[in-house]
């Protein structure tokens, strides 16, 4: 069974610059796996983010950029605000055309 | 402004099949461009994607969900749905509809998300 892994949490400084991972079990991550990052906050549906590896969508704000980096999707938050503490979720696609979720990574702002 | 909107009892007991709705409005769900997916959260937890339908009907479902999962469309009434059967407490969970784009393979419109509980 594939699995996708995330940090459990991680701790940043408002203003400061926060990367987080995703990674697959089946080795490098590739734009082939179409990485999408999700944003959640208590009691709400997931915002989409990124998709494939580093394109925004519309409502994205600019300090979220998206990428590859060292064999992982990754997701890097630049100048982040208090309202940026949440979940975040990626993504990945995989061949047999399903796709399968990061555990999350729970971003605290202090 | 595309939204999504899931509906559908929200207390299912345990062995039936859990049947929800989703309703799309702002665009056309034969459009073309587009996956409608199926995804679930239980409290507390992390997301699940249960599986996919293009407008031609062609799915896909998670491997460790297949057996018990039907995802068909309505392009009449622009709604899409999911089935699952014989389902347990461990199926109690939100279940979110959302749209994936054909091309780009992006998810970018989600539901609000309709919480089903498993009980009997």
């Known amino acids: 069974q594939t699995v996708v892994t995330q ?3 991680l701790t940043v ?98 | 402004q ?7 009892p929200g207390l299912v007991k345990p062995s039936q099949t859990l049947s929800l709705t989703c309703t799309v409005s702002g665009g056309s769900i034969s459009s073309g461009s587009y996956y409608w997916s199926w ?3 239980p409290a507390g937890k992390g997301l699940e994607w249960i599986g996919r339908i293009y407008t031609s009907g062609s799915t896909n479902y998670n491997p460790s969900l297949k057996s018990r999962v039907t995802i068909s469309v309505d392009t009449s009434k622009n709604q899409f749905s ?7 407490a461990a199926d109690t969970a939100v279940y979110y509809c959302a749209r994936e784009g054909l091309i780009v393979r992006g998810f970018d419109y989600w539901g609000q998300g309709t919480l089903v509980t498993v009980s009997s």
């Open chain 1, 7 to 9: 940090e459990p949490s």
């Open chain 1, 13 to 110: 400084s408002p203003g400061g610059t926060v990367t987080l991972t995703c990674a697959s079990s089946t080795g490098a991550v590739t734009s082939g796996y179409y990485p999408n990052w999700f944003q959640q906050k208590p009691g709400q549906a997931p915002r989409a983010l990124i998709y494939s590896t580093s394109n925004k969508h519309s409502w994205t704000p600019a300090r979220f950029s998206g990428s590859l980096l060292g064999g992982k999707a990754a997701l890097t938050l630049s100048g982040v605000q208090p309202e940026d503490e949440a979940e975040y979720y990626c993504l990945l696609y995989y061949g047999g055309a399903h796709w399968v979720f990061g555990g999350g990574t729970k971003l605290t702002v202090l």
């Open chain 2, 2 to 8: 595309v939204q999504l909107q899931e509906s559908g």
């Open chain 2, 39 to 41: 995804i679930r959260q």
């Open chain 2, 82 to 88: 999911l089935k699952l059967s014989s389902v347990t």
